[in-house]
Every structure is written in structure tokens, then in C-alpha cells.
């Protein structure tokens, strides 16, 4: 036989054809391709290799028609980024991944198109689900979405999360864990570097919820905490608030900082000014793990889960786009627990 005649041949086979060599129901294919139900991992190795056997790739065009659906995923991101370039690349990564291993492409949409957005993706059908990042907490959007036709998550938690489904980390643990770490190494006077003017702008609604884990924290240890904007997330803004902080009447022994690419900023205003971080004065970030082990000297942090928070997120999408429609999740929040690891930026203090 010609190459040509078993390419033409390869293209001919169906999930019917698969189901048949693995002793296997086609929907028993179909589970295994898109995970939306659990089967064994014997049975998913002989679907697997069934498909590996004949070459087998799903007809996207065929699946649309028979199932009326696109096969592609919204995912709303945010313009200008308050996460930053590299902030947002995990949640992007991993989203397109999830989606890739059931099947689904995913159509990028930036979040200044705001609520007409939404409408327009659903309007033309364009997709099968969205995805919008970085919630601001009375969100333009919110009231768009019980109105259209297609299932949304958010990654973020609005003021009035009701009839939503939300994951996110939780923003509030984070706040409370920053400011206990600091207490329970003897620091009295703790100063928060607040977020840039454009992200409270743009009223995000983790900017409050960390900002509540903090006074919650420092309430219950009998301490009053600072807060100073940072005027700009540049290195010159941060030698502003740098300066700004360590003027205060009590000067702070502790600083937290929950913009992330403002961190690094921060610890080279503090050099500057003859303070090494970890020894004259500690620091606790808010970001990932591995953009806290990379900074010089590596910050303790509280974590930022974007990859937990976005493989959460799609688990709760492709539950409601079963097939089947059988007992969709319940709306609601699902906070993605917030964790601390100690670094290079804590000093124990002692006072008199």
C-alpha cells in the first residue's frame, strides 16, 4: 500500500474504530479525551494506545456540528496587567494546557472589552465557556453574565460573589499569614507597601481582601500596622515609598509587600539606603514561590497559587460543560488555601 493510501486511510477512523480496539464504549473514548469522567487508568492505557495505533485525531469540525458546540474557550485577561507580564504567563500556561488535554482550544479576549465583551463572545458563539482573570470587587461585568448562554469562572472573588462560580487564593489568609509571621518573630511596628494608584483604580477586589487578613492579624496581636501607596511599581517609586516608610514617627522593623513586581523594587531601595533585608529589616512578599527563590537575597513569602488556582478553576468549567448536564457544581467561592515559607528576608527581633 502507498503512503498516501494509509494517510488517506488514518484520516478515515473514528472514535467508533478506537472504541472497537480497545473493547471499550465510543463513550468511553470520549471520557478518556476530554476527562470529564473518571476512568480507570488499565481502561484509559488501552483507549491511549488504541489511539496512538491508529493515528487517530477527532474531526474538531465534525465534533462541533454533532455537538453544537465550538471546542474553544474564552479567557478574559486583564490590559496592562497588574500581575505583570510574567504574573499572568502560569495562568495562561496552565489554562491552555487543561484545555489542550480535553480537547479545547482557547481564544485569548482582553478585559477592556468589559461587559459588551461578554456579550459579543456569546452573542456569535464563540465559545463554549469564559474564563475572565483579575476581578475587580463591584465588578461592570457581574451583572452580564446570568444573562448569557454559555458557563463563566471567575478567577477572582467580587464583593456579591451569589450565583457565581469563583476561585481564587484566599486573599485574606494571605494578609493574616504576612503579618503573624512578622509578629511571631518579635516585630512591633509592621508598615504595608499598598498597591500602585492604577490597581486601586481599577478596584480589584484582592487589594481589600488582603489589606482585611492584615488589620484582622494585627488586631489580635495588639498592634497597629501602616500603610504606604506606592506611588508607581518602578524603582524610583520604590525609593519614594521606601523613604516615605522609614520617616515615620516609628520607624518600621518589618515591611510587607503585596505587589509582586514591586518586591524586588523594594529590596533595592532598601540597599540603597545601607539596609540589608533579612538583617536591619525584614520583608515578606506576596508572589509565587519560585519568583520569591529567584530574588536577591530569596524573600520570604506568602504564596500566590496562580497554576493551583487556574487547574481549580477549569476542574469547576468542564464540570459544567458535561455533556450529560448531570448535577453541575453548586455556585459559590473555592479559596485556594494561602501558605508562608520563611527565607532570607526575616530577622528575630528583640525589644527591651
Do not use: W
Not at 458563539?125 to 458557563?151: G, H, N, T
Not at 517609586?237 to 524586588?264: F, N, Q
Not at 539596609?275 to 530569596?298: F, K, N, Q, Y
Amino acid at each position: 500500500m502507498r503512503i498516501d493510501d494509509v494517510r488517506r486511510c488514518k484520516r478515515m477512523f473514528t472514535s467508533k474504530d478506537v472504541a472497537r480496539i480497545a473493547g471499550v464504549s465510543q463513550s468511553t473514548v470520549s471520557y478518556v479525551m476530554t476527562g470529564k469522567r473518571p476512568i480507570s487508568e488499565e481502561t484509559r492505557k488501552r483507549v491511549q494506545a488504541a489511539i496512538e495505533q491508529l493515528s487517530y485525531q477527532p474531526n474538531a469540525g465534525a465534533q462541533a456540528l454533532a455537538s453544537s458546540r465550538t471546542r474553544v474557550i474564552a479567557l478574559v485577561v486583564p490590559v496592562g496587567g497588574d500581575l505583570g507580564n510574567q504574573g499572568v504567563v502560569p495562568f495562561l500556561e496552565t489554562i491552555t494546557q487543561c484545555a489542550r488535554e480535553a480537547d479545547y482550544d482557547v481564544l485569548l479576549v482582553t478585559a477592556d472589552e468589559g461587559a459588551a465583551g461578554l456579550t459579543r463572545l456569546d452573542g456569535r458563539s464563540l465559545c463554549d465557556a469564559i474564563v475572565m482573570m483579575v476581578i475587580a470587587a463591584q465588578d461592570e461585568r457581574i451583572p452580564v453574565i446570568p444573562l448569557l448562554r454559555v458557563p463563566v469562572v471567575l478567577l477572582g472573588v467580587p464583593d456579591d460573589p451569589s450565583g457565581l462560580y469563583c476561585v481564587d487564593i484566599d486573599f485574606t489568609q494571605a494578609g493574616r499569614l504576612a503579618v503573624e509571621e512578622l509578629v511571631g518573630t518579635g516585630h512591633r511596628r509592621i508598615v504595608v507597601i499598598g498597591h500602585p494608584p492604577h490597581t486601586l483604580a481599577r478596584g480589584n477586589s484582592f487589594v481589600g481582601q488582603f489589606q482585611r487578613g492584615v488589620d484582622e492579624a494585627a488586631t489580635a496581636a495588639g498592634i497597629r500596622t501602616g500603610l504606604v501607596q506606592l506611588p508607581e511599581s518602578t524603582p524610583s517609586g520604590a525609593r519614594i515609598v521606601v523613604d516615605r516608610a522609614l520617616s515615620t514617627a516609628e520607624r518600621p522593623d518589618g515591611l510587607i509587600v503585596p505587589h509582586t513586581s514591586a518586591i524586588p523594587h523594594v529590596l533595592a531601595a532598601l540597599r540603597r539606603r545601607g539596609l540589608v533585608p533579612g538583617r536591619d529589616i525584614s520583608v515578606v512578599g506576596h508572589c509565587t514561590d519560585s519568583a520569591a527563590e529567584e530574588m536577591e537575597p530569596a524573600v520570604t513569602n506568602v504564596s500566590h497559587a496562580p497554576r493551583e488556582i487556574s487547574r481549580r478553576a477549569m476542574r469547576t468549567l468542564f464540570a459544567l460543560l458535561d455533556d450529560e448536564g448531570a448535577n453541575p457544581p453548586p455556585f459559590g467561592v473555592e479559596l485556594v488555601p494561602a501558605r508562608l515559607t520563611r527565607r532570607e528576608t526575616t530577622v528575630n527581633v528583640s525589644h527591651p
